[in-house]
């Protein structure tokens, strides 16, 4: 792909270039299996790649992810900062697994923290959202959660999530969303607004919604709580 983009003429093709070499990197380090962008049946990366973004545990044979701090709690959303030769790549991690990655109250909240304070942070280069949860990206809003709420939360919330997205697809620096399983709803409105998508071959995308005459984009998705 790189080479292709390379013999393009001026400067697109370095452009091009320069982007293809950008989703080979962060595909090595998202893991097995992830391919580059443009289709599907394109070449995996490989656990060769995979495997250098790895780097050993003083004092143990384990392996750990190259990351400046590892993660202490189960929180519903990892901020972490590349290192080294990655330096200015950051990876927001979804880790819902007990709800298949949905939107919370919390979730949003977090998302909404963590990319107002990317957006100005001259030193991040580029942001990957993915899941660290195997097999499922996001499924989309919590209905669990918010068929618990009250009536007048119910708008409030679902701007919030509107909101959010349009944070991240406004983003000042190039955002890649790393999808792996399923991506519904407002999950795939969230990889819809980062700009460019790597996914799995075991990825599964659909806006179910419109199974209930609603419109994707957050509008009116109480109904689907009902």
Excluded at 147 to 172: C, H, Q, T, Y
Aim: one cysteine or more; aromatic letters at 4%.
């Amino acid at each position: 792909m790189a080479a292709a983009a390379a013999a393009a003429p001026g400067a697109l093709g370095a452009l091009q270039a320069g982007r293809a070499r950008l989703v080979a990197a962060c595909c090595a380090r998202l893991g097995p299996g992830w391919r580059l962008p443009g289709s599907l049946t394109g070449p995996r990366v490989g656990p060769a790649m995979w495997a250098r973004g790895w780097a050993p545990v003083a004092g143990g044979s384990a392996a750990r992810r190259g990351y400046s701090s590892e993660v202490k709690t189960e929180d519903e959303l990892r901020v972490r900062y590349l290192e080294e030769e990655n330096r200015g790549i950051v990876v927001l991690g979804i880790n819902r697994a007990y709800a298949k990655n949905s939107f919370s109250k919390n979730l949003v909240k977090m998302l909404s923290k963590a990319v107002d304070a990317l957006k100005s942070d001259k030193k991040v280069r580029t942001i990957i959202v993915r899941s660290e949860v195997p097999g499922i990206f996001c499924a989309g809003a919590d209905l669990k959660e918010r068929v618990k709420m009250n009536p007048s939360e119910v708008g409030p919330f679902v701007s919030k999530i509107r909101a959010v997205i349009n944070e991240i697809a406004n983003l000042p620096v190039p955002t890649i969303a790393a999808i792996d399983g399923l991506a519904l709803g407002g999950g795939l409105e969230l990889a819809l607004a980062c700009d460019i998508r790597v996914a799995a071959s075991s990825a599964k995308m659909g806006l179910v919604e419109t199974k209930l005459a609603i419109i994707p984009g957050g509008e009116r998705k109480e109904i689907a709580a009902h």
